[in-house]
């Protein structure tokens, strides 16, 4: 089968080697042997991505089963002549990285048979993703040094790539001994750290009794959401890290190492409705790392955890029912939360209630006036009969005088 190999340079250059086989699809009646494709300022053609591999593959008789890769090739130098377009690339190579390690393909086995059906290149990639990669990892790593001068999106998609290694096996151990050393524990608290700080201080909407008594017009309340609603950077990425990293026993000393509990505690105290799905996996986060040493669980509590979650607990409990009350209305209180619908909809349900309150009391009376009548009836007819029983009596008694 036909061989490529090369890459993409520097300033739009792509540099291909392939091997073609001859007489094949793309190439009919062309000789077997090497090829090289080297083009440099492809990103000043004016055409697009697409049609300057269609180009090359027609000028040099690129096989069809290499014209991907090529494309591939094609595409990165052409992101690559601006910095802007190299982060981008970078991006691509790294979520790449992601859809790899999670799609299930195991090492040499797997790669094999994605190199039937893409090319050489996919067995290339899978057999590099099923060894150790140390200076991959350290580059990764490095990454998260430099966070603030490198743009949020590499450094959140370096996060996620150490999550995927963290979770793969065969990368496991590598990636938690380089993630121990060299200072890293240190910058992972750091990054952490400032994650829940943005967290704590990002703008929150009000909620519970807050938004009942504060009565917004509605386009202040949208206005409000949508300032809420800005993503925090980093924040999604490090708690999936964190979540990998608590179900081993070396993720756990990682933890141990960062100072886990600290850190991650202020996060009970963020109420920001926005934010329950991020604080509800530092929970578990949280949990997991107890279970795991029962250290952690009187540090918890020495450091006020458990007095966290019963306020928190409180709280919640109390914005749910002034919610209910505000939605649903109450004595006095109809229209706290929603304007004259929610009004209409408590006196409804107020009018609905004093109906059934009345009809029950009806009832009661009815009931009341039965058992009555039932009563006098049974008293008449306990009269009655005593009156007959003493005419029987007066009668048997003259009788016997007579006689």
């Keep these: 089968g036909s061989v490529g190999g090369g890459g993409g340079g520097g300033g739009g250059s792509v540099h291909f080697e392939f091997y073609s086989p001859g007489d094949c699809a793309g190439d009919p009646g062309g000789a077997p042997g090497s090829r090289v494709i080297s083009v440099s300022q492809l990103h000043l053609n004016g055409i697009n991505d697409h049609a300057t591999t269609a180009q090359l593959a027609e000028a040099y008789r690129v096989p069809e089963d290499l014209r991907f890769s090529l494309f591939a090739r094609v595409r990165l130098a052409k992101l690559g002549a601006t910095q802007e377009g190299a982060t981008v ?9 992601c859809i790899l390690l999670q799609s299930g393909a195991d090492g040499p086995a797997g790669a094999g048979a994605a ?179 029962s250290s952690a669980s009187a540090a918890f509590r020495e450091l006020g955890g458990l007095n966290l979650v019963v306020d928190r607990l409180k709280q919640e409990a109390e914005d749910a029912l002034a919610e209910h009350a505000a939605t649903h209305g109450s004595s006095g209180a109809g229209s706290a939360g929603g304007g004259g619908g929610g009004g209409g909809a408590a006196e409804e349900a107020v009018g609905m209630a004093e109906a059934e309150e009345g009809a029950e009391e009806a009832a009661e009376e009815e009931n009341l006036a039965s058992t009555d009548e039932d009563g006098v009836a049974a008293m008449t007819e306990e009269e009655d009969g005593a009156g007959g029983e003493s005419a029987s009596a007066a009668a048997a008694a003259a009788a016997a005088a007579s006689a």
């Design 115 to 293: 190199g039937a059906n893409g090319g050489a290149d996919d067995m290339l990639g899978l057999v590099f993703l099923a060894e150790p990669q140390p200076e991959f990892v350290a580059e990764l790593l490095r990454v998260l040094r430099a966070e603030g001068e490198m743009p949020t999106a590499v450094v959140e998609l370096s996060l996620r790539v150490l999550a995927a290694l963290a979770a793969d096996r065969s990368h496991q151990s590598g990636v938690i001994t380089a993630m121990r050393g060299g200072g890293h524990p240190a910058v992972l608290s750091s990054l952490v750290m400032a994650a829940v700080s943005r967290l704590t201080s990002a703008p929150s909407p009000p909620i519970g009794a807050q938004l009942a008594a504060a009565g917004l017009p509605k386009l202040e309340l949208d206005a409000i959401n949508a300032e809420a609603d800005a993503p925090v950077p980093l924040a999604e990425a490090l708690i999936a890290l964190l979540s990998t990293l608590v179900t081993s026993h070396g993720g756990c000393q990682t933890l141990r190492d960062v100072s886990l509990l600290p850190v991650l505690l202020p996060l009970l105290r963020n109420r920001n409705p926005r934010h329950v799905h991020i604080i509800s996996n530092a929970v578990h986060v949280l949990e997991a790392f107890m279970d795991y040493t």
């Design 89 to 97: 690339a970078a991006q691509i190579r790294l979520l790449s990285f």
